[in-house]
């Protein structure tokens, strides 16, 4: 018995000198970028089973320090840049205070909306959108030009950003709106009625918007407002089901079919 508590408190005491121990960001990214498999392996371990762990259960002073180490590796190669960005959106996504915890890293994230590096660019837009518990009004502006980025990831995940907003914005909530009919691309329309699902947001802008974009041009765009309008049913049950009765009559689409039947169900209940 004395023995195990010997093992115990020596193994307790290893941890805690371990976790005392800053992370060396450079050695771990040249590991990472290594064309050697098995260094580039064995960093790939650590950063999954230590690394990534620490990031998003240690507390917040010991992480904003950790993270101050991380800046200068956004200074080398286009590899490493790549590999930290996608390090601070495994911040903002995994922990519930991750906003305080990146909030040194908010002009620098506004900034890489418009990275050279397109995948940069893309973990940025992450990494805002994922921010909890909310995203800090003072993105609205940044999240709303990245909705215009010529990268589509970037848009999308901009307006994912915005939807998360749109809850407590009203900025956010009519550009939001706007954007299920009048967004010059597909892929942001689509998004934009996503992030209403998602989100679950209910107000009957978003339904009046997902009606009028049963009449988009794109299938998908279409399709997605059908299953964005369960979310208001039964209360549009007389406003739209003229609307999806002759959708569902006149489509060669099963997949559409399909969902227009299960939202006339959906409203009949």
Do not use: C
């Not at 800090?136 to 999308?156: K, S, Y």
């Not at 994912?160 to 597909?186: F, K």
């Not at 934009?192 to 107000?203: F, K, P, S, V, W």
């Amino acid at each position: 018995m004395n023995i195990i508590r010997i093992n115990v408190a020596f193994l307790a005491l290893s941890l805690n000198s371990l976790l005392g121990q800053q992370l060396n960001w450079e050695k771990l990214f040249d590991g990472l970028t290594n064309d050697n498999l098995t260094i580039s392996d064995a960093a790939r371990a650590e950063t999954f089973g230590t690394v990534i762990p620490r990031l998003v259960t240690e507390d917040v002073g010991s992480l904003k320090l950790e993270l101050k180490d991380l800046l200068p590796q956004f200074n080398r190669n286009e590899k490493i840049r790549l590999q930290a960005s996608g390090f601070l959106y495994t911040v903002s996504f995994g922990r519930k205070d991750s906003a305080l915890a990146l909030e040194e890293w908010f002009p620098i994230l506004m900034k890489q909306l418009n990275d050279p590096h397109l995948r940069v660019r893309y973990n940025a837009a992450l990494t805002i959108s994922a921010l909890q518990p909310s995203i800090p009004v003072i993105f609205m502006e940044p999240l709303r030009n990245a909705t215009e980025n010529e990268d589509a990831r970037t848009a999308v995940a901009a307006v994912s950003g915005l939807g998360r907003l749109a809850a407590t914005n009203e900025q956010a909530a009519t550009l939001l709106d706007s954007m299920v009919t009048t967004a010059p691309r597909p892929e942001l329309k689509l998004a934009a009625l996503n992030t209403i699902y998602r989100q679950q947001l209910r107000q009957p802008r978003y339904a009046t918007a997902a009606i009028a974009a049963l009449d988009d041009s794109d299938s998908n765009v279409v399709k997605e407002a059908v299953r964005t309008l369960e979310l208001f049913a039964p209360s549009i049950t007389k406003r739209v089901t003229p609307k999806i009765r002759e959708l569902q009559l006149r489509t060669k689409d099963t997949e559409l079919r399909d969902l227009a039947q299960r939202l006339l169900q959906h409203m009949e209940r």
